[in-house]
C-alpha cells in the first residue's frame, strides 16, 4: 500500500512537470507568433528610420550679403565643389582660391587667385568685404568698377570669372573688370593686355594715303602721336585718330557681348601707401572668409 501510493505521487509530480513545460511551451510559441507578425508589419519602417538617421548631413550654404555662397568647411581643400544631385539640380556656387604666387616668384608683389564655379546661370555674389587671411594678417577686398572709369560699387562674380589680387598699390586707384578696350590704359603692374579691336579698312579707305598708312602702323591699343604724320586738311582722318583711345574704344565697342572679359583686377594697397606683405615667400596657409567671417576656402602652398 505505501509503495502504490509513493508511485502514484511521483506520476502526480511528472504530469506536473510536464504540464508546466507544455505551458511554457505555448508562451514562448505565442512570443514567436507575435514577434514574426511585428517584424513583417513594421520592419520597413524601422529600416526607412535607421537610414535617415545614418545618412550623412550636408553643411548648409552660407549667405554672404543675401547672395548664395558655397557651403563652408574648417579642412583643407576646396569647398562647395558638391556634384549635381540626381535630381538634376545645380552644384552651388563656388569661390575658390587657385593658386599662390609670393612675392619674388615673377616679381615684387605677391598674387592671389580666385576661381568661380557653379552656381545656376546669372547667379552672382558679392565678394566685396571678404577677407584674405595669412599667417601674417588679412587684407579686406574693396570696391571696384565693372566698367573702368565709371563709378565704383561692390564686386560681384559670377561662374566662370577669375580674380586676380596683387599686394601692391595701383597708380589707378581703382579696381576693375577688363574688357577689350583697357589695354589703352598704359602704367598699370601688371601691364594690361594688348589686345584692342583692331581698325578696320573698309572704314579707312576714303582717307588721304598718308593717313592710312599712318592708322596702318599703329599697333593694337596703341594711341595716336598729339600730331600724327596726316595731312592737316584731311579732318576726317584727324576725327578718326581722335577717337583711337580707350573712351572711343569703349563708345564703339561696349554693347558688344564679348565687350566684357571673365577676369577682375584687385589691388589691396591703396594707391601711395607702402604695401603691406603678408605672404609667406616659401610656405603658408592662405584662407577666404566672407564678411560674416566663414570660411569659403582654404590653400595650403
Same mark, same amino acid.
Given at each position: 500500500?505505501?509503495?502504490?501510493? +509513493?508511485?502514484? $505521487?511521483?506520476?502526480?509530480?511528472?504530469?506536473?512537470? %510536464?504540464?508546466?513545460?507544455?505551458?511554457?511551451?505555448?508562451?514562448?510559441?505565442?512570443?514567436?507568433?507575435?514577434?514574426?507578425?511585428?517584424?513583417?508589419?513594421?520592419?520597413?519602417?524601422?529600416?526607412?528610420?535607421?537610414?535617415?538617421?545614418?545618412?550623412?548631413?550636408?553643411?548648409?550654404?552660407?549667405?554672404?550679403?543675401?547672395?548664395?555662397?558655397?557651403?563652408?568647411?574648417?579642412? #583643407?581643400?576646396?569647398?562647395?565643389? !558638391?556634384?549635381?544631385?540626381?535630381? @538634376?539640380?545645380?552644384?552651388?556656387?563656388?569661390? !575658390?582660391?587657385?593658386?599662390?604666387?609670393?612675392?619674388?616668384? #615673377?616679381?615684387? #608683389?605677391?598674387?592671389?587667385?580666385?576661381?568661380?564655379? @557653379?552656381?545656376?546661370?546669372? =547667379?552672382?555674389? %558679392?565678394?566685396?568685404?571678404?577677407?584674405?587671411?595669412? *599667417?601674417?594678417?588679412?587684407?579686406?577686398?574693396?570696391?571696384?568698377?565693372?566698367?573702368?572709369?565709371? !563709378?565704383?560699387?561692390?564686386?560681384?562674380?559670377?561662374?566662370?570669372?577669375?580674380?586676380?589680387? &596683387?599686394?601692391?598699390?595701383?597708380?589707378?586707384?581703382?579696381?576693375?573688370?577688363?574688357?577689350?578696350?583697357?589695354?589703352?590704359?598704359? @602704367?598699370?603692374?601688371?601691364?594690361? #593686355?594688348?589686345? /584692342?579691336?583692331?581698325?578696320?579698312?573698309? !572704314?579707312?579707305?576714303?582717307?588721304?594715303?598718308?593717313?592710312?598708312?599712318?592708322?596702318?602702323?599703329?599697333?593694337? /591699343? $596703341?594711341?595716336? *602721336? +598729339?600730331?600724327?604724320?596726316?595731312?592737316?586738311? *584731311?579732318?576726317? /582722318?584727324?576725327?578718326?585718330?581722335?577717337?583711337?583711345?580707350?573712351?572711343? /574704344?569703349?563708345?564703339?565697342?561696349?554693347?558688344?557681348?564679348?565687350?566684357?572679359?571673365? =577676369?577682375?583686377?584687385?589691388?589691396?594697397?591703396? &594707391?601711395?601707401?607702402?604695401?603691406? =606683405?603678408?605672404?609667406?615667400?616659401?610656405?603658408?596657409?592662405?584662407?577666404?572668409?566672407?564678411? %560674416? @567671417?566663414?570660411?569659403? *576656402? $582654404? &590653400?595650403?602652398?
Amino acid at each position: 500500500m505505501w509503495i502504490n501510493l +509513493a508511485i502514484w $505521487q511521483k506520476a502526480l509530480q511528472w504530469n506536473r512537470i %510536464n504540464s508546466m513545460q507544455r505551458f511554457v511551451a505555448l508562451i514562448l510559441l505565442a512570443l514567436v507568433v507575435v514577434g514574426a507578425f511585428l517584424v513583417y508589419r513594421y520592419a520597413p519602417n524601422i529600416l526607412s528610420l535607421t537610414d535617415k538617421v545614418l545618412a550623412p548631413i550636408t553643411p548648409s550654404p552660407v549667405k554672404s550679403n543675401g547672395v548664395s555662397a558655397p557651403a563652408v568647411s574648417p579642412l #583643407y581643400g576646396n569647398v562647395g565643389k !558638391e556634384l549635381s544631385s540626381s535630381s @538634376g539640380s545645380v552644384q552651388p556656387l563656388a569661390v !575658390e582660391i587657385s593658386q599662390i604666387t609670393p612675392k619674388g616668384s #615673377y616679381g615684387q #608683389y605677391s598674387q592671389i587667385n580666385l576661381r568661380v564655379s @557653379g552656381g545656376a546661370s546669372g =547667379e552672382k555674389v %558679392n565678394i566685396t568685404g571678404w577677407r584674405v587671411k595669412t *599667417d601674417k594678417d588679412y587684407w579686406v577686398i574693396p570696391r571696384g568698377s565693372e566698367l573702368y572709369g565709371s !563709378e565704383t560699387s561692390d564686386v560681384f562674380v559670377k561662374s566662370g570669372d577669375t580674380v586676380n589680387i &596683387y599686394s601692391h598699390s595701383n597708380r589707378l586707384s581703382v579696381n576693375y573688370r577688363v574688357n577689350k578696350c583697357i589695354g589703352y590704359i598704359k @602704367g598699370v603692374t601688371p601691364e594690361n #593686355y594688348s589686345s /584692342c579691336p583692331y581698325v578696320n579698312k573698309e !572704314e579707312t579707305i576714303n582717307f588721304s594715303g598718308l593717313c592710312q598708312n599712318y592708322i596702318n602702323s599703329l599697333g593694337s /591699343c $596703341q594711341m595716336p *602721336d +598729339a600730331n600724327p604724320p596726316v595731312p592737316a586738311n *584731311d579732318s576726317a /582722318c584727324l576725327a578718326f585718330l581722335s577717337k583711337l583711345n580707350y573712351t572711343g /574704344c569703349v563708345s564703339r565697342y561696349r554693347k558688344d557681348s564679348d565687350f566684357y572679359t571673365n =577676369e577682375w583686377r584687385i589691388w589691396l594697397t591703396p &594707391y601711395g601707401s607702402q604695401p603691406s =606683405e603678408i605672404l609667406d615667400p616659401y610656405h603658408g596657409v592662405v584662407q577666404l572668409l566672407d564678411r %560674416n @567671417g566663414k570660411l569659403v *576656402d $582654404q &590653400y595650403s602652398y
